[in-house]
T-cell receptor, first 114, second 114 residues
Framework: AQTVTQSQPEMSVQEAETVTLSCTYD???????LFWYKQPPSRQMILVIR??????QNATENRFSVNFQKAAKSFSLKISDSQLGDAAMYFC???????????FGKGTRLHILP | NAGVTQTPKFQVLKTGQSMTLQCAQD?????MSWYRQDPGMGLRLIHY???????DQGEVPNGYNVSRSTTEDFPLRLLSAAPSQTSVYFC?????????????FGPGTRLTVT
């Protein structure tokens, strides 16, 4: 069965600094997608960034980038120039192409220190 | 577009009662899913559907039923509510993986079972 593991329940970072959130996953599939979602206190789920497994190039979206290591089954999220609005719960998610099943990790709560 | 809508937003049930959480989307998405979110547990997949007439079990399906008679609607039924089902429930929809599609989430339903 597929699993997604986020080993850091909570993290803190100083405003304007860089932080990296970890995610590892377990799968026997070769064709899948990975996502990072952000959930602020409003509970709304917001897509931060996505990565297709067949693409070797790491995805970037403004201050957000990933380090995708397919062989190691690792998908970490780097947030540069952290801002107060980045404080939220961050979830890593895996979607397998074969049947579209999507599962999430347990999340990492990110605190931004002013 | 209204996106993904869920009703009700809040619900209190007594143990043993049954109820249906409603979910609808107006984006013509084939894929729909239900998650429950509990502190420290992340989002856990309950059931999902890849199209009308097709449903499958997720990670925690026991105590829940679903059906998908139309593309738009994906109701979640609690057969006999238990305190362990106290949670926040999210419905989500997306196009199929061909476009590395993100999921669109509803606002959530907070359910308390006493």
């Amino acid at each position: 069965a597929q699993t997604v593991t986020q080993s850091q329940p909570e993290m803190s970072v100083q405003e304007a600094e860089t932080v990296t959130l970890s995610c590892t996953y377990d799968t026997s599939e070769s064709d899948y997608y990975l996502f990072w979602y952000k959930q602020p206190p409003s509970r709304q789920m917001i897509l931060v960034i996505r990565q297709e497994a067949y693409k070797q190039q790491n995805a970037t979206e403004n201050r957000f980038s990933v380090n995708f290591q397919k062989a190691a089954k690792s998908f970490s999220l780097k947030i540069s120039d952290s801002q107060l609005g980045d404080a939220a719960m961050y979830f890593c998610a895996y979607r397998r192409r074969r049947d579209d099943k999507i599962i999430f990790g347990k999340g990492t709560r990110l605190h931004i220190l002013p | 577009n209204a996106g993904v809508t869920q009703t009700p937003k809040f619900q209190v049930l007594k143990t043993g009662q049954s109820m249906t959480l409603q979910c609808a989307q107006d984006m013509n998405h084939e894929y729909m899913s239900w998650y429950r979110q509990d502190p420290g547990m992340g989002l856990r997949l309950i059931h999902y559907s890849v199209g009308a007439g097709i449903t499958d079990q997720g990670e925690v399906p026991n105590g829940y039923n679903v059906s998908r008679s139309t593309t738009e609607d994906f109701p979640l039924r609690l057969l006999s509510a238990a305190p362990s089902q106290t949670s926040v429930y999210f419905c989500a929809s997306s196009p199929p993986t061909g476009r590395a599609a993100e999921q669109y989430f509803g606002p959530g339903t907070r359910l308390t079972v006493t």
